[in-house]
């Protein structure tokens, strides 16, 4: 029978009703893939993360295109370094502008050793 006193420590009862995964954990790892994306210009995620990544991705893509104070400032507040947002606003908006949208895609590339998961590699087209 469980401890009915104290909730969240360590002792016989162990760790109850502690918080997983939340939302803050996931936009922050995505902010981080999209940014190493940006930089490197591939990225390898598993396939739960890609429509998410994809379209934050394409999203700060369309953002360099309009390329005006608001918009610098909108993916500023998504990417995680300056070098990224220099590449979005110069590189990546030249490369895309007479292109409408679908700037990436996604490749599978097989499955993870560990637990069998699919990974999938995004990349930006050429």
Do not use: C, P
Request: hydrophobic share 40%; net charge positive; proline share 0%.
């Amino acid at each position: 029978m469980a401890a009915q006193g104290r909730k969240n420590v360590h002792g016989k009862a162990g760790v109850r009703f502690k918080a997983g995964y939340t939302k803050s954990k996931h936009e922050n790892k995505l902010r981080t893939l999209v940014t190493d994306l940006v930089k490197y210009e591939r990225v390898t995620v598993t396939s739960g993360m890609v429509k998410e990544l994809k379209s934050l991705a394409d999203h700060m893509v369309t953002l360099g295109k309009r390329g005006d104070l608001h918009a610098r400032r909108q993916a500023a507040a998504v990417l995680r370094n300056d070098e990224a947002l220099a590449k979005v606003f110069g590189e990546l908006a030249s490369r895309y502008a007479s292109r409408n949208g679908g700037y990436t895609r996604a490749i599978k590339a097989g499955v993870r050793l560990g637990d069998n998961a699919q990974k999938v590699m995004v990349e930006f087209v050429k």
